[in-house]
Every structure is written in C-alpha cells, then in structure tokens.
C-alpha cells in the first residue's frame, strides 16, 4: 500500500473534530496534539509522537473525527487514505476487524471521559503546557 508522505508547520490544524474521515496519518517527525471540545473547553486527550497513528479509530468506525488534530511542532506524516486503507482492511479476517473496532470504541469512551472531566495527565502535557491562553489560541486556529 502506498502512501503520501507531507510536511505542515507548527499550528496547522491537520483534522476538526467532526470532520469527515478522510485519511489517517501516521506521525514520522515531530508531534501532533489531539484535543476534544467539551463543555465549552478544549481538552488534550493524547500527545502523537514519531510513530504514532492518529485518526484511525474515525476510519475504523467510518465516522466523523472524534478529535481536532493540531501540529505542535513541525511535523512530517504519512497519510493513508480512506479508500486505501478500507482495500486493506478489507482483506483482514473478521475477527481482527471486531477486535479492532472493540478497542476503538473504548478508546472513544475513555478519550470521552477525560474531555468530560478534564483531566490532562502529565502523559499528554502538562497544565504549564496547556495553560488558558495556549487553549483560546487552540480554538481560534480550529474555528477558522
């Protein structure tokens, strides 16, 4: 399977959260922070770094982004289109497939209870990381 290979600069927004799955990425440079809106606020719920996947528990349920996607730094990603990736996924047994999809689903509730409770763990950023101001510029830059 072949994929793209991109560069953004610090601050882009790479996905919104409800945003059609178009692609997953798989992070090769720099880092990515995924942030769910909850009650007004914006929540860090994970810290993508090099090697990491994001994007792909919205193509495994073939739903909407459940999560904005903002490149802290300069990041360099592959990306693996939805079409592509469903040609693969198609010729995985389905077994693997529910397996694959039971897991998404929690990871959905969990990301789901830490935006609900906002809790940012030191894991993701912590809150001298994520201060007020760095959240309002968040939101601004997801907006546009």
Same mark, same amino acid.
């Given at each position: +399977? ?17 945003? =059609? ?26 810290? !993508?770094? $090099?090697? &990491? ?5 919205? +193509? /495994?349920?073939?739903? =909407? ?5 903002? !490149? /802290? ?19 995985? =047994?389905?077994?693997? @497939? &529910?397996?694959? @999809?039971? +897991? ?6 969990? !990301?789901? /209870? ?8 030191? $894991?993701? /950023? ?5 201060? =007020?101001?760095?959240? @309002?510029?968040?939101?601004?830059? @997801?907006?546009?």
């Amino acid at each position: +399977m072949s994929v793209q290979s991109n560069f953004f600069q610090t601050h882009k927004v790479l996905f919104r959260e409800g945003d =059609p799955a178009e692609k997953l990425f798989i992070v090769k440079t720099g880092q990515v922070l995924c942030l769910k809106a909850s009650k007004e606020r914006l929540i860090p719920v994970y810290l !993508a770094k $090099s090697g &990491d996947i994001i994007g792909e528990s919205s +193509m /495994l349920s073939d739903a =909407p982004y459940t999560y904005s996607a903002i !490149a /802290l730094t300069q990041v360099e990603l592959d990306e693996v289109e939805n079409s592509k990736f469903r040609a693969v996924l198609n010729g995985a =047994p389905q077994w693997l @497939i &529910d397996l694959t @999809i039971t +897991m998404i689903s929690r990871f959905q509730n969990t !990301a789901g /209870l830490i935006a609900e409770n906002r809790v940012i763990h030191p $894991s993701i /950023l912590s809150d001298e990381d994520f201060p =007020p101001q760095r959240e @309002i510029e968040f939101k601004k830059l @997801i907006a546009q």
